[in-house]
């Protein structure tokens, strides 16, 4: 959006409009010379992304410039860590963008980036280990002088980190901000990174104060309230809203979460979760599989071919995966919270999830070809909705078995609806947490363990 008025802060990134793009100056010491030198600050909004402030300074006295980027986006509701094994030049090339309070990890080389030990930027992957690489070696001739022994040091991790670059072998890149405004460029949107894995996650105390969201001196509460009374039996838990304090995650007012079991005829239960926020108005909600992994995993198969089909309601939980073959789409497991929603719901959290991800692909630095092929991916999107395809037939794949999609004649069979349940391979199980887990005989594995401790006392 242009601006259009007073309250305008942000303006569209334009090179039409002189005098909206034009940046304020403001004069500011220098930190290296202690004069005084020019600040210039411009609130844009770059087309397909966000909103940023670009600020850069200049000392024309000593010659000193720096330049930085903020974003102007809300901090998010939850934090995002992002993992990329980097295997290939095309990972190198990833772009990447961070805030201030993101720190990085590199374990092979044991490389730490903190928060705040850098500005926020937009760069590559390999732009973040040749800017380690400069700042270590900034220093090196004057450090060679005064403590040879670190800097023979320094040159050692510097050549670890060129070892890196020129992928000797593979490595992995770990991002890590709370305020959940960061990104790793994937270079194929339409189907899931094999090689990067974004997880979400609730900030800790220590990283609210960080960003602000706490007082320097607030201390993790501790529940001092009484032991509710117990329930008698499942149907009076079902039939009860439970409330559960929390903090805001948009401004860190106290607040509370709702959550209440409910049953979906023909299928389970599930937990609907919701928080509004009386201070700031943040709203989110969150419907959670209520039962335990299924003995198989189930692929679920709709055709879509009547307005009927896209009021199914669905159930999509954490672990599920969603493609649809006649667009050559795939969309991961964790790429979508789980939702309790329709076809058409679906549909469009999946376009607005595309669109966000892919921003760098329809942006001004997108090549013609990337930029083709998205358009025409989210125009094939709204002839889905709009019935205009009928070749279209959307897939769950669910490891866990906890999703679900309407059938329009149960207990009949819908003739458009198709279920197939399968039996998990290992990977699946590895991510479910399966292999390792032991339910059975756990006294005589205690009793095996403690034989073993006297017979190595002996």
């Given at each position: 959006?242009?601006?259009?008025?007073?309250?305008?802060?942000?303006?569209?990134?334009?090179?039409?409009?002189?005098e909206?793009?034009?940046?304020?100056?403001i004069?500011?010491?220098?930190m290296?010379c202690?004069?005084?030198?020019?600040?210039?600050?411009?609130?844009?909004?770059?087309?397909?992304y966000?909103?940023v402030i670009?600020?850069?300074?200049?000392?024309?006295?000593?010659?000193?410039?720096?330049?930085?980027?903020?974003?102007?986006e809300?901090?998010?509701?939850?934090?995002?860590?992002?993992?990329?094994?980097?295997?290939?030049?095309?990972?190198?090339?990833?772009?990447?963008?961070?805030?201030?309070?993101?720190?990085?990890?590199?374990?092979?080389?044991?490389?730490?980036?903190?928060?705040?030990?850098?500005?926020a930027?937009?760069?590559?992957?390999?732009?973040?280990?040749?800017?380690?690489?400069?700042?270590?070696q900034?220093e090196?001739?004057?450090?060679?002088?005064?403590?040879?022994?670190?800097?023979?040091?320094?040159d050692?991790?510097c050549?670890?980190?060129?070892?890196?670059r020129?992928?000797?072998?593979?490595?992995t890149?770990k991002?890590?901000?709370?305020?959940?405004?960061?990104f790793?460029?994937?270079?194929?949107?339409?189907?899931v990174?094999?090689?990067?894995?974004?997880?979400?996650?609730?900030r800790?105390?220590?990283?609210t104060k960080?960003?602000?969201?706490?007082?320097?001196?607030a201390v993790?509460?501790?529940d001092?309230?009484?032991?509710?009374?117990?329930?008698?039996?499942?149907d009076?838990?079902?039939?009860?809203?439970?409330?559960?304090d929390?903090?805001?995650?948009?401004?860190?007012?106290?607040?509370?979460t709702?959550?209440?079991?409910?049953?979906?005829?023909?299928?389970?239960?599930?937990?609907?979760?919701?928080?509004?926020?009386?201070?700031?108005?943040?709203k989110?909600?969150e419907?959670?599989?209520?039962?335990?992994?299924?003995?198989q995993g189930?692929?679920?198969?709709v055709?879509?071919?009547?307005?009927?089909?896209?009021a199914?309601?669905?159930l999509?939980?954490?672990?599920?995966s969603?493609?649809?073959?006649?667009?050559?789409?795939?969309?991961?497991?964790?790429?979508?919270?789980?939702?309790?929603?329709?076809i058409?719901?679906?549909?469009?959290?999946?376009?607005?999830?595309?669109?966000?991800?892919?921003k760098?692909?329809?942006?001004?630095?997108?090549?013609s070809?990337?930029k083709?092929?998205?358009?025409a991916?989210?125009?094939?999107?709204?002839?889905?909705?709009?019935?205009k395809?009928?070749?279209?037939?959307?897939?769950?794949?669910?490891?866990?078995?906890?999703?679900?999609i309407?059938?329009?004649?149960?207990p009949?069979?819908?003739?458009?609806?198709?279920k197939?349940?399968?039996?998990?391979?290992?990977?699946?199980?590895e991510e479910?947490?399966?292999?390792?887990?032991?339910?059975e005989?756990y006294?005589e594995?205690?009793?095996?363990?403690?034989?073993?401790?006297?017979?190595?006392?002996?």
């Amino acid at each position: 959006m242009a601006a259009t008025g007073p309250g305008d802060v942000y303006a569209a990134l334009s090179a039409d409009d002189e005098e909206v793009q034009r940046p304020m100056e403001i004069e500011s010491m220098c930190m290296q010379c202690e004069d005084n030198g020019i600040t210039r600050l411009m609130c844009v909004r770059i087309p397909y992304y966000k909103a940023v402030i670009l600020m850069s300074f200049e000392c024309q006295h000593c010659g000193f410039h720096n330049n930085e980027i903020q974003s102007g986006e809300a901090v998010q509701e939850h934090g995002t860590e992002i993992v990329l094994k980097v295997k290939e030049q095309s990972d190198l090339r990833r772009q990447l963008v961070k805030s201030e309070y993101a720190s990085i990890e590199v374990p092979e080389v044991e490389l730490v980036i903190p928060a705040k030990s850098q500005p926020a930027e937009i760069t590559t992957v390999e732009g973040v280990l040749e800017r380690v690489t400069s700042a270590l070696q900034s220093e090196q001739e004057r450090r060679r002088l005064l403590d040879p022994e670190s800097a023979t040091k320094i040159d050692e991790f510097c050549a670890k980190l060129n070892r890196l670059r020129e992928l000797d072998e593979s490595w992995t890149l770990k991002l890590h901000d709370p305020t959940g405004n960061c990104f790793i460029q994937n270079p194929d949107p339409l189907h899931v990174d094999p090689r990067c894995i974004v997880s979400h996650y609730h900030r800790n105390l220590d990283e609210t104060k960080l960003l602000g969201l706490a007082d320097d001196d607030a201390v993790q509460e501790i529940d001092d309230d009484p032991v509710a009374e117990e329930w008698k039996n499942y149907d009076e838990v079902k039939h009860e809203i439970l409330h559960f304090d929390t903090d805001c995650p948009g401004c860190g007012a106290p607040c509370q979460t709702l959550m209440k079991p409910t049953d979906i005829p023909f299928f389970d239960t599930v937990i609907v979760m919701a928080t509004t926020c009386d201070r700031c108005g943040h709203k989110t909600n969150e419907v959670k599989a209520g039962g335990a992994i299924r003995e198989q995993g189930c692929k679920l198969e709709v055709k879509i071919e009547e307005p009927v089909d896209l009021a199914r309601d669905v159930l999509k939980s954490d672990t599920c995966s969603l493609s649809i073959p006649s667009l050559d789409l795939e969309v991961g497991a964790g790429a979508l919270c789980s939702r309790f929603t329709t076809i058409e719901g679906i549909l469009n959290a999946t376009k607005e999830q595309i669109e966000q991800q892919s921003k760098f692909f329809i942006g001004d630095s997108a090549s013609s070809e990337e930029k083709t092929n998205l358009v025409a991916l989210f125009q094939a999107f709204d002839d889905i909705v709009n019935l205009k395809r009928k070749d279209v037939t959307i897939v769950l794949d669910d490891p866990a078995g906890n999703s679900y999609i309407q059938s329009l004649t149960a207990p009949i069979n819908d003739n458009r609806l198709t279920k197939t349940y399968y039996t998990r391979n290992f990977e699946q199980n590895e991510e479910l947490g399966l292999n390792d887990m032991k339910v059975e005989n756990y006294g005589e594995l205690d009793g095996i363990e403690e034989e073993d401790e006297e017979k190595e006392e002996e």
